[in-house]
């Protein structure tokens, strides 16, 4: 079977970046608007088409589905299970929540039922599936990524001293487990009329004030940055109770289902279960619902130093374990000296940087910076050669 180059979908959300797709990856952005991500891959909302063939993926896997998607991932997902993008953040992105598997499937059917349109602004559930996702940096990369301790969460409030949160930050020291936890993320998010004006002006008071812990500082400092942004917004308290993640380039991090997150600044790759399932809690104009949100919250804190992934050296690779099964991710490095990679799945290789030649017994493709390819599961296996990074999709 061949492999083909991708035509890939360029989501232009107000968030993203005018010059990054085009800095890094020669990716063109003639009237300069936003370029916030590149999809990869089959989701009905940006699906990749096969170059040469002029076919978008989905149509090919509905035509060669066992040949292009083996067993399996054809038994087990009907499928591409993963989608595979490039994200470019110049402004914060939402708090958000990715609802698990089961809520997913009866979140879509619900609002099907209801009546309310995909494309809907209050469409909570865009498919039936979950969207646990990795990030690989590729610049320095800023986000928030789940609840701190609490023990944490309430030191950080008490120092900054928010005196009209007084009694919730109480409340949270008096019971510090996860029923506490979802109270206290609550009364934050529903935070209206004289309490939230209080709320914000105070935290709004403490931007650029000394004599803080390092750790209250760069929260505040983010809740700064927030604010140019979204000056009104429940979410300027996040970096208090969420845990601040600055990845280098090469660094990695995982996302599960039912965590808060955020992303704020950077360009990264993305790989997640095949979804485009987001419930908003702040710092975003689009539609928050805070009953769902709450709903589909895991209330169990992470510790930051437990957000990296440790990548695994395969001789020429990393690889990068993940808890799912939807998706695998590698980076190859790329030398002269011939690589052999065997199939299990259909992958999707993007090009990093550099130029590549992958060939399979009937084709070669030589990628470039900000190029992508398809390879079916039934060419078995492929060759590298050339100089530079790759990144890799698979399940």
Not at 179 to 198: C, N, P, R
Not at 281 to 306: C, M, W, Y
Request: aromatic letters at 10%.
């Amino acid at each position: 079977m061949m492999i083909y180059k991708l035509d890939n979908v360029i989501q232009n959300y107000a968030w993203g970046s005018t010059d990054s797709l085009s800095t890094l990856f020669q990716i063109s952005n003639p009237d300069g608007s936003p370029q916030a991500e590149l999809w990869m891959g089959a989701h009905p909302n940006g699906c990749s088409t096969l170059q040469g063939l002029n076919l978008s993926l989905s149509d090919y896997f509905n035509l060669h589905g066992k040949n292009a998607l083996g067993d399996y991932t054809l038994a087990r997902y009907g499928e591409l299970p993963y989608l595979f993008k490039v994200l470019a953040a110049q402004t914060p992105l939402s708090i958000q929540v990715h609802p698990n598997k089961r809520n997913s499937e009866i979140g879509f059917e619900r609002e099907k039922q209801l009546g309310i349109a995909l494309s809907a602004g209050n469409r909570n559930y865009k498919d039936p599936n979950h969207k646990p996702e990795l990030v690989y940096a590729i610049t320095a990369y800023k986000a928030m990524n789940g609840f701190r301790p609490i023990d944490e969460i309430v030191g950080l409030f008490e120092e900054v001293n928010i005196t009209a949160l007084s009694d919730d930050v109480a409340a949270l020291k008096q019971a510090a487990n996860a029923k506490g936890l979802e109270a206290f993320f609550t009364q934050l998010l529903t935070l209206s009329g004289d309490k939230k004006t209080a709320v914000l002006q105070q935290l709004k008071g403490l931007y650029g004030q000394g004599g803080l812990t390092q750790v209250a500082q760069q929260a505040l400092e983010y809740s700064q940055a927030f604010s140019e942004h979204y000056s009104d917004d429940n979410g300027l308290l996040a970096p208090l109770f969420l845990n601040i993640v600055e990845l280098k380039p090469g660094e990695a991090m995982f996302l599960h289902s039912e965590t808060p997150h955020a992303y704020v600044q950077g360009t990264a790759i993305e790989l997640m279960a095949s979804s485009d399932n987001v419930l908003r809690a702040g710092l975003t104009p689009k539609h928050i619902d805070v009953e769902e949100l709450i709903a589909n919250t895991r209330f169990q804190p992470v510790p930051s130093d437990d957000l990296l992934l440790s990548p695994i050296d395969r001789e020429g690779h990393l690889h990068f374990p993940v808890p799912v099964d939807d998706f695998k991710f590698d980076v190859l490095f790329v030398t002269d000296i011939e690589q052999s990679l065997y199939l299990r799945s259909a992958e999707i290789l993007f090009c990093i940087e550099g130029n590549i030649v992958i060939s399979t017994g009937e084709k070669r493709v030589t990628l470039t910076t900000g190029e992508s390819v398809f390879v079916p599961y039934d060419s078995a296996h492929y060759q590298l050669t050339g100089k530079g990074r790759l990144a890799r999709a698979y399940n």
